[in-house]
């Protein structure tokens, strides 16, 4: 048998990537990126409309998932339910997050306050939550086409974001999806295997 | 003669709830008994059976809910909540590889897809003759595994078995000259019903939730649900029982300690909390070897649209696999289409319209899922103190192993070209898709290692295995061949940890095996083990 986990085999800075930890890679890539990027952080904000109050999710970490919401998934065009009205996405979202460790949603509160200043250097000092629609679905596709922790951030947040609005039945119509059927098909729930004979 | 009587469904299971109703038990509980299981999936529940068949007085403390089948809703969003580890979102250290695992009573057997595999006999060889583990010769171990495989209906998937998704596999296979064949699974007259990630409420999937729990409670086994064991109890280098944590399920709130004293302690929690309850145990290591080695058997999922519908979603999840490049290479490729939610952890696929574009053509696509076998470079370990350290999973891919992940994802989409997909999605952190199959290798190049192969190709691991490696030498395995860990008496592992070398097949079968082994171990070593000294 051999060693299979040897000393770190990359020389210099990229070594002391190997021992970072989940929350202290996030933390210190996320942080750089917060500092190259909010540099010029605007301190105006215009009038918002303050979203429902949420159990688990900061009013700005709402209005940050809102407007992905309205990006990510323009339903209304495209004859699905309404990603607001009918499938409560962000509520579901709110749920999700309520089931998070600390960890998680420490992170999460990191990612989403990062996503929200990201866009000041190359969308005039706007928050990506006060981009218009146009602007901000042009955000989106720049950061999903970013560095690798842009692409990180914006894949983890738009996991979110569509896995709570594509799981609820409600939009399965349009998918042409059966959802569960066991019932529907009066599939016969057989219980326990037989015990195996000596 | 004794009469056992299987219940008709379900298992008993105390839980949280029943410690906090029953005043008798209070905040703190302890409890006596000969063998203490930690861990409740494939290798747990299998010990736990062999030992309680063999009259052994059996407690398994299982950290996840009981979830019993009769609930399943056949709604992934669901069950991903209740039984999955973390909601599914259990990641390595980079977040960006996923580690998907159930944490109920049953384990992941309740979540899989009940894809059955042996490895190769060549590989099984090996072991036993270089690695001085004879219990793994083909010839000796054939018989087990056949042993595993009636007790669990496991069957070579028949036509009616075979979906729309991997008709096309088997068409690209055709034309490809690749070798295919139907997917050995243990499922028991499979209602087709496409839902195996979510739980099978019909109790056709053979998993541990319908076979090995009942089986064992019914020889007398309890089970504890809800149940965190914090470490492992040492007295004298020997284990004698483990402390737990009992928890509510759905707040964490603790609602008891427990103690339980026993004479053989089996850890099966699989191979991420095997090692970091050793670790948190402070068990002796003189190897350095707990929780290194580790394999994830990486997969991407190629996605594939048709110009004509498909469903490939209806029917049973896994139909068929490539076999081709099992051997020589290490790859494994399995047809596949899950529920439209799983498609958002399989690629990006663009966003607002295009996004709403591509989840409109779901019943034109099909899935082939492409594993590779990796060096097994991978860690677990625990960092902080008992209470409130964390768990670190450390495993990006190496050059070498992101060149076998892309050159899998080529493989996967020439195959779906050859069955006449117009569009194949890869699986990247950025958007891309091929319509010939001769852009292709210009799309791949945009698919680059970059920094440590972190958020470039978007990589699941259903299997990892080899944190607890078994071997004859204490310097450089965890346990020995009858998987009683090194230099502690009484402590056994029973799960993928155990596996000595990365391997190409799905780990479930072999899992089982082991464990049988280790349960069949324990009793020949009755005498040194337990206090009765009965065989």
């Known amino acids: ?198 | 003669m004794r009469i056992i009587n299987v219940p008709r469904e379900g298992v008993p299971v105390f839980t949280a709830e029943d410690v906090r109703r029953d005043p008798a038990m209070g905040r703190r509980v302890n409890v006596k008994t000969e063998v203490v299981v930690v861990g409740s999936g494939a290798g747990g529940a299998m010990v736990a059976y062999e030992l309680a068949k063999a009259g052994r007085q059996v407690l398994v403390l299982e950290s996840g809910r009981y979830y019993p089948s009769a609930r399943f809703t056949e709604h992934l969003g669901d069950t991903m909540t209740q039984v999955y580890r973390e909601q599914g979102s259990q990641f390595n250290s980079t977040a960006d590889v996923l580690f998907p695992e159930g944490q109920c009573i049953g384990g992941s057997t309740v979540i899989g897809a009940g894809v059955m595999q042996r490895p190769p006999d060549s590989l099984l060889q090996r072991w036993a003759n270089e690695l001085s583990l004879p219990q793994f010769a083909p010839a000796t171990v054939a018989s087990v595994f056949a042993e595993v495989g009636r007790e669990q209906f496991v069957h070579l998937n028949e036509a009616h078995e075979i979906n729309a998704t991997a008709h096309k596999v088997i068409k690209g296979c055709e034309k490809m000259g690749f070798s295919w064949k139907p997917v050995a699974r243990n499922v028991r007259q499979c209602a087709l019903t496409g839902h195996c990630l979510a739980g099978c409420l019909s109790d056709r999937k053979m998993s541990s939730l319908v076979t090995y729990l009942p089986w064992a409670a019914a020889y007398g086994a309890r089970l504890f649900a809800d149940c965190h064991v914090s470490r492992v109890l040492l007295r004298g280098g020997r284990a004698v029982g483990v402390e737990a944590v009992v928890r509510d399920p759905q707040t964490g709130a603790e609602v008891s300690r427990m103690r339980v004293d026993a004479e053989v302690v089996v850890v099966a929690g699989g191979a991420m909390q095997t090692p970091l309850l050793l670790q948190r145990s402070q068990i002796p290591d003189s190897s350095g070897q707990i929780g290194r080695n580790m394999a994830v058997q990486p997969f991407v999922q190629v996605l594939a649209q048709y110009e004509e519908p498909l469903y490939g979603f209806r029917g049973a999840l896994v139909g068929v696999e490539i076999d081709e490049f099992m051997e020589s290479d290490g790859y494994m490729f399995f047809s596949a289409l899950a529920e439209p939610e799983q498609l958002m952890v399989q690629g990006e696929q663009a966003a607002g319209a295009e996004h709403i574009e591509f989840m409109k053509r779901y019943r034109h696509l099909a899935g082939l899922n492409a594993f590779a076998l990796d060096e097994g470079r991978g860690t677990v370990s625990w960092e902080g103190d008992l209470e409130t350290g964390r768990k670190v999973i450390s495993w990006n891919p190496s050059q070498a192993e992101f060149d076998k992940l892309k050159h899998g994802a080529a493989l996967a989409a020439r195959v779906f070209f050859a069955a006449g997909a117009k569009r194949v999605h890869m699986p990247s952190f950025r958007p891309l898709h091929v319509d010939s199959v001769f852009e292709l290798d210009h799309t791949l190049d945009q698919i680059s290692h970059g920094l440590k192969g972190m958020y470039s190709l978007r990589i699941n691991s259903f299997s990892a295995h080899g944190t607890c490696r078994m071997g004859t030498d204490r310097f450089q395995s965890v346990a020995n061949p009858q998987g009683e860990v090194h230099d502690v008496k009484g402590l056994f592992l029973a799960d993928a940890s155990l596996l000595p070398e990365p391997i190409p097949a799905a780990p479930h079968w072999t899992v089982q095996v082991m464990a049988k082994q280790v349960a069949r171990n324990i009793l020949a070593s009755a005498s040194g083990l337990f206090l009765d000294g009965n065989a």
């Open chain 1, 1 to 198: 048998m051999h060693n299979n986990n040897p000393g770190p085999d990359e020389p210099g800075w990229m070594s002391g990537l190997a021992p970072l930890s989940r929350r202290g890679f996030l933390r210190t890539a996320l942080l750089g990126a917060a500092a190259l990027s909010t540099g010029c952080a605007s301190l105006m904000r215009r009038g918002q409309v303050a979203p429902p109050r949420y159990q688990h999710l900061s009013e700005d970490d709402a209005l940050v998932l809102q407007q992905l919401v309205r990006v990510l998934l323009p339903t209304a065009e495209h004859g699905l339910p309404s990603s607001y009205s009918d499938v409560p996405t962000l509520q579901n979202i709110d749920g999700m997050v309520g089931q998070m460790s600390d960890q998680t949603r420490e992170l999460l509160g990191l990612g989403l306050w990062l996503f929200e200043r990201r866009p000041m250097a190359s969308f005039q000092f706007s928050r990506f939550s006060r981009l218009d629609e146009p602007q901000a679905l042009r955000y989106v596709q720049a950061m999903q086409t970013g560095n690798f922790v842009e692409r990180g951030l914006m894949s983890t947040l738009k996991t979110l974001v569509c896995v709570n609005y594509w799981r609820d039945a409600r939009t399965w119509p349009a998918l042409d999806y059966h959802g569960p059927v066991t019932e529907l098909w009066g599939v016969r729930r057989l219980g326990n295997a037989p015990l195996p004979q000596a």
